[in-house]
């Protein structure tokens, strides 16, 4: 599976947009970029996943480039209690495993 | 439909007991599998299911054991605990496709002194 860079932190007023960004240089054509996070204390939690369109539903949006080598997670109005840590992982489907291999992710702090 | 549900949340065991973990899910998932979480990093995936009676080694499996008689139940087991072993273990499941997420269990806290 693909190695993915993330921030290590990130701020964001309440409200407001918050971005975060997930570089996955690497990736190979049949890898899917999938997206969770980690509340304190609590186990991760789906957030969204796409392999090359650009992904909504109720939580967020997945935005891809054309290359697939990076993509963005948006949570359009962030509150306080999206501060988690966000953990963008790459991996292929496959029938025997699918394990999910998680790095440090990004610490994301929304303020009031 | 609690989703993924562990027991015990909190545990402290001395050096050398043993224990089991347990981890049932309500929603049908054919695969299951176990992480550890050590203070500030991510996670680790110990050992994982793919079917009831199947197991397979994930990428820190030694000093447990795990066995998955019934398709719903993943139990992992510690036969000789070491200080080692003290972190948050989450169980997680998810359907054989693959193209859809994980759900996990809210953890165990375990503490070995």
């Known amino acids: 599976d693909a190695k993915t860079t993330q921030p290590p932190s990130m701020d964001c007023a309440e409200g407001r947009a918050a971005n975060l960004p997930c570089n996955h240089s690497t990736i190979s054509g049949n890898e899917y970029v999938y997206w969770y996070r980690q509340i304190h204390s609590q186990g991760p939690q789906y957030i969204i996943h796409g392999l090359k369109n650009n992904e909504t539903n109720e939580m967020a949006s997945l935005i891809i480039t054309e290359d697939r080598k990076s993509s963005t997670l948006i949570l359009p109005h962030a509150t306080l209690r999206d501060t988690a840590v966000y953990y963008c992982i790459v991996r292929v489907v496959q029938n025997a495993g699918n394990m999910l291999t998680f790095g440090g992710g990004t610490r994301l702090m929304v303020k009031p | 439909n609690a989703g993924v549900t562990q027991t015990p949340k909190f545990r402290v065991l001395k050096t050398g007991q043993s224990m089991t973990l347990l981890c049932a899910q309500d929603m049908n998932h054919e695969y299951m599998y176990w992480y550890r979480q050590d203070p500030g990093m991510g996670l680790r995936l110990i050992h994982y299911s793919v079917g009831e009676g199947t197991t397979a080694k994930g990428e820190v499996p030694d000093g447990y054991n795990v066995s998955r008689l019934k398709k719903q139940n993943f139990l992992l087991g510690l036969e000789s605990a070491a200080p080692s072993q003290t972190s948050v273990y989450f169980c997680?499941?998810?359907?054989?496709?693959?193209?859809?997420?994980?759900?996990f269990g809210s953890g165990t806290r375990l503490t070995v002194v």
């Open positions: 997680a499941s998810s359907w054989s496709t693959g193209r859809v997420g994980y759900t």
